[in-house]
Each structure stands twice: as structure tokens, then as C-alpha cells.
């Protein structure tokens, strides 16, 4: 099998479950690999899902996925809107990005409609809670099968 989609997660989302579940869910982030997972083998992908509350770290797992993965998924949760270093990341590896937030940010406060991400991603999901990361997953295979189609007809 080729290499892994990486699922990153950024700071806070290890609190899942427990944290403020009204808005993002009471599945735990645990529950939420192990489905990521379930719909990816389905689809014959596999998935390399991280968590991490720092935000060199990500960068790290970033570039990393430049040689180890076949396309990024990313929930960068409150770095979403602040990080310059995550989105010359993003840009540097070279792979399909698809942002992905449980919440729909744009129902929330300003500063969560601002996305650095957004900048480096083929697409966006948000608002469908855990379900997201299936979604995620199901657009990524497309992406990923596109990228691998031969060009149409007169666009070679
Ligand atoms: C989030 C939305 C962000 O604005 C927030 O900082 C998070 C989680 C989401 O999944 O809805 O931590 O990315």
C-alpha cells in the first residue's frame, strides 16, 4: 500500500470530549482515529493520525509528510489563525491539503473566520463535527485519484 494521508491535529484537541462538548462533540479524539481509520481502510488508504499541542512540532510532522505522505489533512485548530509558520509549511510540502475544523468556524467569532491554512488547502470542511474527518478522508481518496488519472483529453 502507498504511503499514509497525514491527519494533524493541533493544540486542544486532545481535550475532546470533555472540552466545551456543546461545540465540538462528545466523541473523544481516540474515537475520532478510530473512525478516521475504519473509513480510510474502506477506501484502501491508511492514515498516520497525530495530535500535537505545539506548534513547531506540526511544522515538523508537516514536513515530514512531504516524503511520508500521500496528502495532509489538517485541524489545526487555534493555530488555524495565527500561523504563518504552518501555512509556509503547508505550501512547502507540495501535497493536497484539505483544512478541516470540527465547528463551523464562520458561525463563531471574527477571529476564527481568518484561516492561514485555507491559504495551502484544495478544500475546506467544517461544522459536521467528527463526521468531518470521514468527509475529509472521502475527499482526499477523490484528490488523491485525480492526481493519479491521466490528464482529460486536450489538457495534456
Ligand atoms: C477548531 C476551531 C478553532 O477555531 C478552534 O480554535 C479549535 C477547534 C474546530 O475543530 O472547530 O481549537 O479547529
Redesign the pocket.
Known amino acids: 500500500m502507498s504511503k499514509p494521508i497525514f491527519v494533524l491535529n493541533?493544540?486542544?484537541?486532545n481535550l475532546l470530549g470533555v472540552r466545551e462538548p456543546a461545540?465540538?462533540g462528545a466523541e473523544t479524539l481516540t474515537d475520532i482515529a478510530r473512525r478516521t481509520e475504519v473509513r480510510a481502510s474502506s477506501l484502501g488508504l491508511k492514515t498516520d493520525f497525530r495530535q500535537s499541542n505545539i506548534e513547531g512540532e506540526l511544522v515538523t510532522w508537516i514536513q515530514e509528510a512531504r516524503s511520508g505522505a500521500c496528502g495532509i489533512i489538517i485541524?489545526?485548530?487555534?493555530y488555524?489563525?495565527t500561523s504563518v509558520a504552518i501555512l509556509d509549511a503547508l505550501n512547502a510540502a507540495e501535497k493536497p491539503v484539505i483544512e478541516?475544523?470540527?465547528?463551523n468556524?464562520h458561525r463563531?467569532e471574527a477571529f476564527?473566520h481568518h484561516s492561514y491554512v485555507a491559504a495551502a488547502a484544495t478544500g475546506i470542511i467544517?461544522g459536521f463535527g467528527a463526521k468531518g474527518y470521514e468527509l475529509a478522508v472521502e475527499a482526499m481518496a477523490d484528490l488523491l485519484k485525480r492526481q493519479g488519472a491521466p490528464a482529460p483529453a486536450g489538457k495534456s
Open positions: 493541533g493544540p486542544n484537541l461545540i465540538y485541524n489545526a485548530a487555534a488555524t489563525h478541516l475544523h470540527l465547528s468556524v463563531r476564527r467544517c
